[in-house]
């Protein structure tokens, strides 16, 4: 940590955790900073629940430490204290308004009187749900029960803010209201660890990212120098070309390309991006293969969680 910043609100050494004959962490070590968002990311069965669960409180690893405000989690209660956790699945009462919901939360919190009205009305503002105060839980849309999942948590001012899977089943809008609230409680100071498959929002909000699996870290960064040092100049090229045959498949692949995630796409890294592209139309043509669109982008986290997973690249 350079002279003079603050330093981690979130300090995991070395973490390792087994069930049984399961090893689900082989000495994790990661750190997050006041004011800034930190995602988690890994495909699923590398651990990520196990380390949330240790860094919540909710377990104590079997080895290594985990420190939140320089406390343990597990034995110390201001250490808990000091964050808050939207769980994936909402831990929400669904027979009361969202209101109602976030004042029991704030009373649950340790909150009385004015605090509570002041800290629901900033959780509700800061999450765009205050016209659905009213509202009964069970009746708002998935998007909508995110956002009052997220006001819960951050309802006693959390240093540090835990979120598993908060864009899981949302609409666009709720995506970015989403969005927009963790850049402003980053702008006040939180330190926010986002868990999330969720690899645009990650690419877009997060200032490091760290990729496990199967339990070890395997790589961190900031994205956009992660996706530079596997990926330098080098650009995706990726054509539409619908159905293939076999003929037009063995065309393609003789372009270079490679099948792509959606129906009909093929892929392709190119140093001379643009270029490559120009011609690839008239080339796939003259094989008798009708394209309908080429399209030139950078590579994203997405080809980082390929080659990472073994998988093909999210279109």
Same mark, same amino acid.
């Given at each position: ?8 609100i979130l300090q995991v050494d070395n973490v390792r955790h ?21 995602? @988690? ?28 405000? $320089? ?51 900033? &959780? ?49 809008? /709720? ?49 956009? &120098?992660?996706?530079?040092? /596997?990926?330098?100049?080098? @650009? ?27 129906? $009909? ?47 093909? &690249?999210?279109?």
């Amino acid at each position: 940590m350079s002279a003079g910043l603050p330093g981690p609100i979130l300090q995991v050494d070395n973490v390792r955790h087994a069930y049984g004959s399961h090893v689900a962490l082989r000495g994790v070590s990661l750190e997050v900073r006041p004011g800034e968002i930190f995602a @988690l990311l890994g495909p699923n069965g590398a651990g990520k629940t196990t380390l949330v669960r240790a860094i919540c409180g909710r377990l104590a690893p079997n080895s290594g430490q985990v420190r939140v405000d $320089g406390r343990d989690p597990f034995s110390d209660g201001a250490a808990r204290a000091a964050l808050g956790l939207a769980p994936q699945a909402l831990a929400l009462y669904p027979q009361l308004t969202v209101r109602e919901n976030l004042e029991t939360f704030a009373s649950l919190a340790g909150l009385k009187g004015g605090a509570v009205r002041g800290a629901v009305g900033r &959780a509700m503002e800061l999450t765009h749900i205050s016209g659905r105060a009213r509202s009964l839980v069970r009746q708002l849309s998935g998007g909508f029960q995110r956002r009052v999942n997220i006001a819960a948590a951050i309802l006693a001012h959390p240093k540090l803010l835990v979120l598993d899977e908060p864009t899981v089943g949302v609409d666009l809008a /709720a995506r970015d209201a989403i969005s927009e609230a963790l850049t402003r409680l980053r702008a006040e100071g939180v330190g926010v660890l986002l868990v999330t498959h969720d690899l645009e929002q990650a690419d877009a909000l997060a200032d490091r990212v760290c990729f496990i699996r199967a339990g070890e870290k395997v790589l961190q960064g900031a994205p956009a &120098a992660l996706v530079a040092d /596997a990926y330098g100049e080098r @650009l995706e090229v990726e054509v539409d070309v619908g159905e293939a045959g076999a003929d037009q498949q063995a065309g393609l692949v003789a372009e270079g390309l490679a099948p792509g995630e959606a129906p $009909g796409a093929w892929v392709c890294l190119a140093s001379d991006g643009y270029a490559f592209a120009a011609g690839l139309a008239g080339r796939l043509a003259a094989r008798g293969i009708d394209v309908r669109e080429v399209r030139v982008r950078r590579p994203s986290l997405a080809h980082i969680f390929a080659r990472v997973t073994g998988t093909r &690249a999210a279109a």
